[in-house]
């Protein structure tokens, strides 16, 4: 057993711009002047706590290889964490690290799925459009109608892609850049249809503990019968923004499943970062102080983001966010070919580009909002004067 002590609150603390150029250098490597609102990774200082444990690891100069099963204690703290949090938790032996959850979802779908192609629901995470291709395998597409007001998966387009020949569902839950935090209903749905075809669920659940005030995270392991064909993918990283540490975890319930990942050879080279592990156990154990704030910070950002929008620009079409600090935002009523690029030229705002998540979608950006109110303000501003 671990010794979880969830602690106080801790105090979400904004980076200054200087810091955040220093400790995000992928986020604020822009030039001098630009406003980064891209990459999934938030200005805000490191839970103290979480450095605390890296530090003392490094001040006990461990730096060796993990051997498999070091740290077993993450395991555990990852089951707790999970109970806590979402009312539900896997057996700590389905719990295994892996370096990240890129490199987790190419791996389980490598190595588990059958031939045949991988539905991917879009917009998707950009990184995760080339993943069926290093897999070997085909990508079907499962659109998000651009009208509708809800972003649902569409389980007729899924049964029909599943019934013409794909295996496996890439599912990410809560939904990067959809905002969605999808239902206990909505995934009973999801599992019914792929059931009737025997096909696989890899679901990425990385943004999980950044559901917001007003939705839940129901994991996809938690709905009864998904234990034989899916696997889960989660990490502390993002919301604890400790991506560079190298630390996720697979969920892995069934054990033949189990045993197959643990055959690969040693050349795949897949390991973690003790770094990361270090940082994801003290997350788990002692993180909630602080995520209970991060999580209230981020509501308020939300609702900021919102108000911004309204006085600023009113054309822009914002589907509610119920998890995730990525805002997937319409702006192609101001008529730009490419509204990232005329926000970085005219602007100097950086945003992750619509064609990114979704082909074609010029007309739409994808905003970050984890930053100070004041950086937000500032932002949209900007953009308003780049757009309108
Ligand atoms: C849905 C989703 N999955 C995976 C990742 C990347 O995770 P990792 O860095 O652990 O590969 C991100 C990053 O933002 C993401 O949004």
Known sequence: ????????????????????????????????????????????????????????????????YPPDGWDAGLATSYAE??????????????????VDVTAGVRLVIDVLSDPGGVVFPTPGYNAQHGLARVTGRE????????????????????????????RTLLLTQPHNP?????????????????????????????????????????????I??????????????????TAGLRCAQLVVPDAAARRRLAEQPMSRNDSWSPLGAVAARAAYEHGDGWLASL????????????????????????????????????ASAYGHDDAAAVALERGRVKLSPGHAYAPGSTGHVRLNFATSPERLTQIVERLATAWV
């Open 139 to 166: 990508e079907h597409l499962l659109e998000v109608p651009a009208t509708a007001d809800r972003a649902e998966i569409d389980l007729d387009r899924l049964d029909r892609l599943l019934a013409d020949g794909a």
């Open 81 to 98: 964490w999970s109970a806590r949090h979402f009312g539900w938790a896997p057996e700590p032996e389905a719990v295994h690290p892996v």
């Open 295 to 330: 999580v209230e910070r981020l509501d308020q950002q939300r609702a900021l983001l919102v108000d911004l929008l309204a006085e600023h620009l009113p054309e822009v079409r914002m589907r509610p966010v119920e998890a995730t600090y990525l805002a997937w935002l319409d």
């Open 178 to 222: 959809w905002g969605r935090a999808f239902t206990r209903a909505e995934l009973e749905g999801v599992r019914d249809v792929v059931v009737r075809h025997g096909a696989r669920v890899v679901s990425d659940e990385i943004h999980a503990p950044l559901v917001l005030p007003g939705a839940e995270h129901v994991s996809y392991l938690s």
């Open 1 to 64: 057993m671990t010794t979880a002590d969830p602690g106080g609150r801790r105090p979400v603390v904004d980076l200054s711009e200087e810091e955040a150029r220093r400790r995000l250098p992928l986020k604020w490597g822009v030039p001098e002047g630009v406003l980064p609102a891209w990459v999934a990774e938030m200005d805000y200082a490191v839970d103290p706590v979480v450095l605390d444990a890296v530090r003392g690891m490094l001040a006990d100069g461990i730096t060796g």
């Open 224 to 241: 009864d019968g998904t234990h034989d064909h899916a696997v889960a993918v989660v990490a502390a990283s993002k919301a604890f923004n």
